[in-house]
């Protein structure tokens, strides 16, 4: 079974342009979570996508900060225009079934350098 | 918000030493569990505990939790060089949400 796969692995962008990230859940998980951490402090939450929808986005940042999830299946988030805060790594996690907390899997990151 | 906080912040032991761990948090929950994270890589699972359990065991990790002190503990027992790792505590809510976690050295 192939498990949560991100990419791009690292992106280095220049402040005010745009980049996109990818998450591929685990086929058939309805959770996904977006999570970014910066400079070994916390694990921040982003949002929670319950199949295509949004369960709770309250920790976007701001409104640079845009996630879709396409037909229940894979997400994107896209900053635009990038900031240098914007730098760290980006997690995307998913789980089975919504309310019931199981595990969940994560990517390996997307790590986003704003220089 | 129902992140948790973990303590100590870096912990630093000799193999075959036992490591602890621990993790608060401020809202009801329906699971709590352990995560780890190798530098430079994804978060894996490690341990689940649900709300009405107090303990739960899987191999060297021993988990506890007390819900009237909204807290956690993991500990690992018999530690290796290969655990140094950074430990998170994972809230279960309506969503799932992390600390700062705990940057565990274990010295050969």
């Known amino acids: 079974e192939a498990g949560v796969t991100q990419f791009p692995s690292h992106s280095v962008i220049e402040k005010g342009q745009t980049v996109t990230l990818r998450c591929d859940p685990i086929?058939?998980?309805?959770?996904l979570y977006w999570y970014r951490r910066v400079m070994g402090k916390e694990i921040k939450f982003l949002l929670h996508?319950?199949?295509?929808?949004?369960?709770?986005e309250s920790g976007m940042p701001n409104n640079r900060f845009l996630a879709e999830r396409t037909g229940g299946t894979y997400s994107t988030l896209k900053v635009q225009p990038a900031e240098l805060e914007d730098s760290g790594v980006y997690f995307c996690?998913?789980?089975?079934?919504?309310?019931?907390?199981?595990?969940?899997?994560f990517g390996q990151g997307t790590r986003l350098t704003v220089v | 918000s129902q992140q948790g906080e973990e303590d100590p912040q870096a912990l630093s032991i000799q193999e075959g030493e036992n490591a602890t761990m621990n993790c608060s948090y401020k809202?009801?929950?329906?699971?709590l569990q352990w995560y780890r994270q190798n530098s430079g890589r994804g978060l894996v699972h490690l341990i689940l505990?649900?709300?009405?359990?107090r303990e739960k065991h899987s191999g060297r990790l021993r988990v506890t939790l007390d819900t009237s002190k909204k807290s956690s503990s993991l500990l690992i027992t018999a530690s290796r060089a290969a655990d140094t790792a950074s430990y998170f505590c994972?809230?279960?809510?309506?969503?799932?949400?992390f600390g700062a976690g705990t940057r565990l050295t274990v010295k050969p």
């Open positions: 996690a998913s789980s089975q079934y919504y309310r019931t907390g199981e595990k969940a899997f």
């Open positions: 996508f319950v199949k295509e929808s949004k369960q709770d």
């Open positions: 994972a809230i279960i809510g309506n969503d799932m949400r």
């Open positions: 809202t009801s929950i329906n699971n």
């Open positions: 505990i649900r709300s009405n359990e």
């Open positions: 086929s058939g998980h309805d959770n």
